[in-house]
């Protein structure tokens, strides 16, 4: 296990005072969805330590066995690995996003030096494209439903923006339930989500360190 991670993740009182403030108003909440475990032990127990059902996608094998291990007492917690989306259109997104290099390093957004080879390591959980892990297209089947859920898009490979774009294919009967976290606001995979949200008329409510964000989406539907 990575402690140099653990001892960062376990020190994010924001993130831990946003869910509570978004918890303490919403308390007819049936579950939480999570894209990226990591190792469990940053939102994931935050998110377990609440008592509701937990949701959470992990990639990497290394990580998702450590977070089975180090959330083995939270019975509500559920762990599936595998890809939030189907692996091929997260590859082509990865390849053909120019904003990477076009507008997120002249903005100043955090952004790997080598994006593209960078986030598809990520994508293949850095193993070989032959022993990847194969599960894919995990979120749509856990959000497609008229529950009302909190959902963290904290995913891997900078597709942050991907995921948000399958979020948003949800009828608007269906995202008037849901409630959009994001971590790494002012990284490039959830920079423009930001900026689009902003331009669609929706608040963003942002935690104290200015790392992550949350938004409602029935305040404008």
Sequence with gaps: MNT??????LNN???AQAVSDILKDNKDIEEIIETG?????GSTRIFAETGLPVKTIEVQRAHYNNAKENLKDFNNVEFFLGLSLPYDEMIKFVK????????????????????VNFYIQELN???SSETRVKTENLLPDLINN???QLILLDSAGGVGYLEYREVMKLSKEQLSNKILMLDDINHVKHA???EHLEYQGYVINKAEDGRS???FFEDML
């Design 4 to 9: 140099q991670y653990e001892t960062v993740e």
């Design 13 to 15: 009182p924001y993130f």
């Design 37 to 41: 475990t990591h190792n469990g032990t």
């Design 96 to 115: 053909d996003d120019k904003y990477y290099y076009e507008y997120a390093v002249e903005q100043g957004i955090d952004c790997e030096p080598d994006p």
């Design 125 to 127: 959980g850095w193993e």
């Design 146 to 148: 008229d529950k009302k």
């Design 192 to 194: 423009r989500t930001i």
């Design 213 to 215: 964000a949350y938004s």
